[in-house]
């Protein structure tokens, strides 16, 4: 749920988005600190990952970058 917030809030950022902006997302995961299974961590990176990408393609043409930085684990 909270991925589809973030997407939410990118999309409504983007279209006021000034030209040559930045939008950085900042996360966090406590997965790695309770599981020794580091595929939690994976799993819920790889999607953000994406949205920032897509973001990036969105407001590209406008000079703008994405970035998503999600503290992990390690």
Not at 41 to 50: H, I, N, R, S, T
């Amino acid at each position: 749920m909270r991925k589809v917030a973030i997407v939410y809030k990118d999309k409504q950022t983007a279209k006021t988005h000034k030209d040559n902006g930045k939008i950085i997302n900042i996360g966090r995961s406590f997965l790695g600190a309770f599981t020794d299974d580091d595929s939690l961590y994976v799993g819920f990176k790889a999607p953000l990952e994406q949205f920032a990408i897509a973001l990036a393609k969105e407001i590209g043409s406008r000079g703008g970058h994405s970035q998503f930085s999600l503290l992990g684990p390690h």
